[in-house]
């Protein structure tokens, strides 16, 4: 698949993903040592991030692969942000629902390039 042009609006919108991806990176870690883990002091469950770490680089080069990946890679992410969300209280729901967000912008800005490119295409 070719990459979809490079203008400045797909740039905004690959560099807020690439942004995004980084904070639920680091929120994902933060959240299960840190924040809000599981067990009182921490949990193997931030590991959680490591898919997300594994195909960072990838996305930070602008790879289209790494793009349609994360894309899948996100919705667990934000499933489990919007459950936790939901069955937890205090400041665990509070991190839950910010994963949840995060996740979600990520996931519209990855989307984003490609739908402007397929207009871009039609417009041809």
């Given at each position: ?24 990176l ?30 960072w ?68």
């Amino acid at each position: 698949m070719t990459p979809p042009p490079s203008t400045p609006e797909a740039s905004a919108w690959e560099r807020l993903a690439v942004a995004a991806v980084t904070a639920l990176l680091m929120l994902e870690i933060l959240w299960e040592l840190w924040l809000a883990p599981v067990k009182p002091g921490g949990s193997w469950l931030a590991l959680k991030a490591l898919p997300l770490a594994l195909v960072w680089p990838s996305l930070a080069r602008g790879a289209v692969r790494a793009r349609q990946g994360m894309t899948l890679l996100l919705m667990p992410y934000l499933a489990e942000g919007v459950v936790r969300g939901v069955s937890e209280s205090g400041r665990h729901a509070l991190v839950a629902w910010t994963a949840a967000l995060i996740a979600a912008i990520a996931f519209i800005a990855l989307l984003m390039p490609f739908r402007n490119a397929k207009r871009a295409r039609r417009n041809r």
